[in-house]
């Protein structure tokens, strides 16, 4: 009996350590692919809240890409992004998803990668200096010591001046 207990333990152990490798595979392909700008799909993946902290990893990259997932009810066409925008970007769809929020447009947090003022006169940012702001505030919130339920709900750009746009 004490030696079926203890495959079984062995078995769920090792299935669980293979899906978060698996997991943390298909995020590298996914920024691998960004990064190259052979990104071909429009949509962003369908990735799981276990991904976040590999994404987080990447939410200061500067480095320009032109091939990454665009909204289409979007009528701004946005030629290039940073990467580490691109990817905060799908934290948040991560986080809309989970919590099923009514923002969403199929797996889209915002019409655009992008950040925009909260008070007027709105305009939009691209700087690194912004995105440097929101990857703190994404961190910041990861690592808060809030419950799982509770965390997903609470927006990281809460206490930014930014939106996503």
Not at 112 to 122: G, I, M, S, T, V
Not at 147 to 164: A, G, Y
């Amino acid at each position: 009996m004490k030696a079926k207990f203890v495959l079984l333990i062995y078995t769920l152990f090792t299935i669980t350590i293979g899906c978060e490798k698996q997991n943390s595979q298909e995020v590298e392909n996914y920024i691998m692919l960004l990064k190259s700008n052979q990104y071909d799909s429009y949509d962003l993946p369908e990735l799981k809240v276990s991904d976040i902290p590999t994404l987080l990893k990447y939410a200061n990259s500067t480095t320009t890409i032109t091939n990454f997932p665009r909204n289409g009810i979007s009528s701004y066409m946005q030629m290039e992004c940073s990467l580490g925008m691109v990817v905060l970007w799908t934290i948040e769809s991560i986080r809309a998803v989970e919590i099923e929020s009514d923002r969403l447009i199929n797996r889209f947090p915002s019409q655009n990668p992008f950040l925009a003022f909260k008070q007027p006169p709105y305009d939009w940012v691209f700087d690194n200096n912004s995105q440097s702001i929101a990857a703190k505030a994404y961190k910041d919130w990861w690592n808060t010591n809030h419950l799982f339920k509770d965390k997903m709900k609470i927006n990281p750009l809460e206490s930014t001046p930014f939106n996503w746009h």
